[in-house]
């Protein structure tokens, strides 16, 4: 499906925290073996079996305390951040130790077959020195977690403050758009009002149907293909009030593309160039044709006219300087960057070419 690519928050990155658990074990089963001497793959199962249910005791009471705190405050950007706060956290961090190791020792007992003395005999110093390691590794655990749960909010933040100046920048140019669209308008309708009256009150009247089916749906940063299609026929319908017969027009959209979203006004632009430059200075007028295709996993729009076609300092001075075809590149460039291209044209049969592409 064609549109923006927004960014996602999740809950939880469980990815990081599985790969960090794993990381994490694997340096505690090599210390545990350098320091105390035991059977390698021995101190890489206990390592295992209780740092796992230790990560998985900080994982469900971390969600749990999450959920209960967008409960009292009605926050849910609390779930946003992945770690709560430490002065919540570090009790759960320290209850989750406790009955990870507990269980732990007893799944690595039940897989081996041993039998290890229980956490709660602290007489043996052997029990105390590793309940001891076993919380400060899921301490420092924790704070590797923090960290980079903290980086990747930023990371999230960074990308979002990225998007929605975009989104301004978009929204910035479409506004630029509007009134070249309309002043274009009523300079032809102040020029009809000399010489055809009548026709000028039915521009009038089509121009006001117009702005207000247009102007409201037009402050959206997209809206679907189907909707630009009917925008794109309203102001036909202006044109042709002025050309009559010289502007002979065909809509093709595909009922299946109808719901990709786009920019709005993202053609407008094209058809205006197209009936300003192709089909005005041409005597007897022309074909206007705006379609809609699905070429591969491209979404192909393209406006085309049998006009006077393009010179090539007229071609020039339009792709470099036109305001219209100006926006068309820059709305592109900063909604799809490099996933859309524009180009424009002559035909060989005369007239010319506007086409854009945009990768689904």
Wanted: hydrophobic fraction near 50%; include cysteine; charge should be positive.
């Amino acid at each position: 499906m064609l549109g923006r690519m927004k960014p996602l928050r999740s809950q939880y990155n469980w990815r990081v925290h599985v790969g960090g658990t794993v990381a994490i074990c694997v340096v505690v089963g090599l210390l545990n073996y350098l320091f105390r001497g035991d059977r390698f793959w021995h101190g890489m199962l206990y390592s295992f079996a209780i740092g796992m249910q230790i990560s998985a005791g900080v994982a469900l009471l971390q969600a749990g305390l999450g959920r209960l705190l967008v409960r009292w405050h009605g926050d849910a950007s609390i779930l946003e951040r992945a770690w709560v706060a430490w002065g919540l956290m570090l009790p759960c961090v320290l209850l989750a130790s406790v009955a990870g190791y507990t269980s732990g020792i007893w799944l690595a007992d039940a897989i081996s077959g041993q039998q290890s003395l229980a956490p709660w005999n602290m007489a043996d110093r052997s029990v105390t020195r590793s309940m001891a390691f076993t919380l400060l590794a899921a301490v420092l655990g924790s704070l590797v977690f923090f960290w980079a749960f903290k980086l990747n909010a930023l990371k999230l933040d960074q990308a979002e403050a990225q998007r929605q100046a975009a989104e301004a920048r978009l929204t910035l140019l479409q506004s630029q758009l509007e009134p070249h669209m309309l002043f274009n308008t009523l300079a032809h309708l102040r020029v009809l009002i000399k010489l055809r009256p009548d026709d000028a009150q039915r521009m009038l009247d089509q121009l006001i149907a117009y702005l207000r089916a247009t102007l409201q749906a037009s402050r959206a940063t997209e809206h679907p293909l189907a909707q630009e299609f009917e925008r794109l026929s309203d102001y036909l319908a202006l044109m042709q009030l002025r050309m009559g017969e010289r502007l002979r027009v065909r809509l093709d959209l595909p009922a299946e593309l109808g719901g990709i979203a786009i920019p709005p006004l993202l053609l407008q632009p094209l058809v205006e160039n197209a009936i300003k430059h192709g089909l005005e200075p041409h005597v007897a007028g022309g074909k206007l044709r705006v379609s809609a295709a699905r070429e591969g996993g491209r979404l192909v729009l393209q406006v085309a006219d049998s006009g006077a076609g393009l010179t090539a300092t007229t071609e020039l001075r339009e792709i470099g300087t036109g305001f219209g075809l100006k926006q068309v590149r820059e709305r592109l460039a900063h909604r799809y960057g490099d996933s859309a291209t524009f180009a424009l044209q002559s035909q060989p049969g005369g007239g010319s070419l506007a086409r854009i592409e945009i990768t689904a």
